[in-house]
């Protein structure tokens, strides 16, 4: 009788089918919370990368240090940044997301408080040394995040949240950290960040999947972060060093090399091969061309209306905030478009709107009014904000199985080139003539020219690997 009652292999198997056939059903599909977690740790992230280089003078004021060795409050955090997020990403594809993003989050936050209890210069330059490696990290999961919490299908609108509230945060970082030292002091620029940073590991926490758990990285790694943190260094110094002579760009040579011994080692083929599946290289070149784009213009504009019209601070920031505004505005419909309409149509679309405000602020005079910029750069802004989740997508969408930290790196490391190249680029192109006239043009007509590459870059790219719908 009790054989009657026990049930068969197959019948088991059948019901267990059903029940996680069941469960899958009725279990929540897509998180958005981790989405927003993502979006906040967009956030912080760029916000850091901007809101310290408000507060250089404040500290070297405050540590009494050269303004060369406060330059390293910013400098010590990109580098490792930028050195570490190929590798991490690496890494990242052999441990837990859970597991890694909460102790990112967590050493990430440490080293903000570490650095603002500096009382000595050297303090300062280790804890932010730190911080830029733990940032790196970070930025290579927030994608991440964000394409594993929602289903394919809703993947570019999920995507369009980092994407918008990371530059978002590389916009409003002055307007925060000017309030911020004139009413606080340079040290509480550190500790802005705290609250966000606290908000997304509640949100981890409670709503991420246990799955994976932490490893130590291999050997190899640091010596992929020498070889490409090297070539990064090389090339910024070179442009940075240019405007006093131009034989200073020579120093940028190593950087090819550099980056040719490092894809022939263990840890620069898998990226190799994960960008040659999917067929995205010209994608994540886009992405650095338009970085590269807005941020010099960003820091034209500002130089233009600091210096030349002696703007105050406060004007300087409510009309470069045209930008954010509008990036924030088009971003809330560029993932859908994406979704309904394509990823490559709605990201080529929104850089060719990015190139055309672009174009408009090049003949630049000194007679315009504030409202003037402001609605060019709501332009380029809303292009960016329609840009910026489709392409996330776009790569995402086509990363090979198991390598998506490893793609999201790439992008990630594309866009903090972009970044920190922009300024570089717009310094040197001033050469041209004085900063006031026909150098900021210049540089803004380098701006346009690098986001009309990522046009083309766009228009030209297709999908080798087409996903099902």
């Not at 912080?44 to 310290?52: E, G, P, Q």
């Not at 250089?56 to 240090?65: E, P, Q």
Request: glycine content about 12%.
């Amino acid at each position: 009788m009790a054989a009657q009652h026990r049930p068969s292999a197959g019948g088991l198997t059948g019901h267990r089918a059903r029940q996680d056939n069941q469960d899958s059903q009725t279990g929540p599909v897509d998180r958005w919370s981790l989405v927003v977690a993502a979006g906040l740790l967009s956030f912080v992230a760029m916000l850091d990368m901007n809101v310290v280089n408000l507060a250089l003078t404040d500290i070297s004021a405050g540590l009494h240090v050269s303004a060369g060795v406060a330059q390293w409050a910013t400098l010590g955090y990109q580098l490792p940044l930028v050195a570490l997020l190929l590798p991490a990403g690496r890494w990242l594809d052999q441990v837990g997301t859970r597991s890694a993003l909460l102790l990112a989050v967590g050493c990430f936050a440490t080293c903000s408080v570490l650095a603002s209890l500096a009382p000595w210069a050297s303090w300062l330059i280790a804890a932010r040394l730190a911080q830029g490696a733990f940032g790196a990290v970070l930025f290579v999961l927030m994608p991440v995040l964000a394409a594993t919490a929602v289903r394919p299908e809703l993947r570019g609108r999920a995507m369009s949240v980092p994407a918008t509230l990371g530059p978002l945060g590389a916009v409003t970082g002055p307007v925060i950290g000017g309030l911020l030292l004139d009413h606080v002091g340079w040290r509480a620029v550190f500790l802005v960040k705290l609250p966000v940073c606290l908000a997304a590991v509640l949100i981890v926490r409670r709503h991420a999947p246990h799955a994976g758990k932490l490893r130590l990285p291999d050997r190899g790694s640091l010596g992929d972060a020498a070889l490409i943190g090297s070539a990064v260094a090389s090339v910024l110094l070179a442009l940075t060093l240019a405007p006093r002579a131009p034989l200073w760009l020579l120093l940028a040579l190593p950087a090819a090399p550099l980056v040719l011994v490092w894809l022939r080692r263990p840890g620069g083929r898998p990226v190799a091969e994960t960008l040659r599946a999917a067929g995205t290289t010209g994608v994540n070149a886009s992405v650095l061309a338009l970085a590269a784009g807005f941020a010099a213009c960003q820091y034209l504009l500002v130089q233009h209306l600091r210096g030349a019209e002696a703007e105050s601070a406060t004007g300087t920031a409510l009309t470069m905030l045209a930008f954010p505004l509008g990036m924030v505005v088009a971003g809330r419909f560029g993932g859908r478009l994406a979704d309904r309409w394509g990823a490559r149509p709605t990201a080529l679309t929104g850089a060719a709107v990015t190139t055309l405000g672009l174009l408009f602020l090049v003949p630049l005079d000194g007679a315009w009014s504030n409202g003037d910029i402001a609605w060019r750069l709501a332009l380029a802004g809303a292009g960016m904000g329609l840009n910026g989740g489709p392409t996330q997508a776009l790569v995402m969408t086509a990363s090979p199985p198991g390598r998506l930290a490893t793609t999201g790196s790439a992008v990630q490391l594309s866009r903090s080139l972009g970044f920190a190249l922009g300024p570089a680029l717009a310094t040197a192109a001033t050469l041209a003539g004085d900063r006031a006239t026909t150098g900021t043009r210049a540089g803004l007509a380098l701006a346009v020219l690098a986001a009309a590459t990522a046009v083309a870059l766009l228009a030209l790219h297709h999908r080798a690997h087409r996903a099902p719908a």
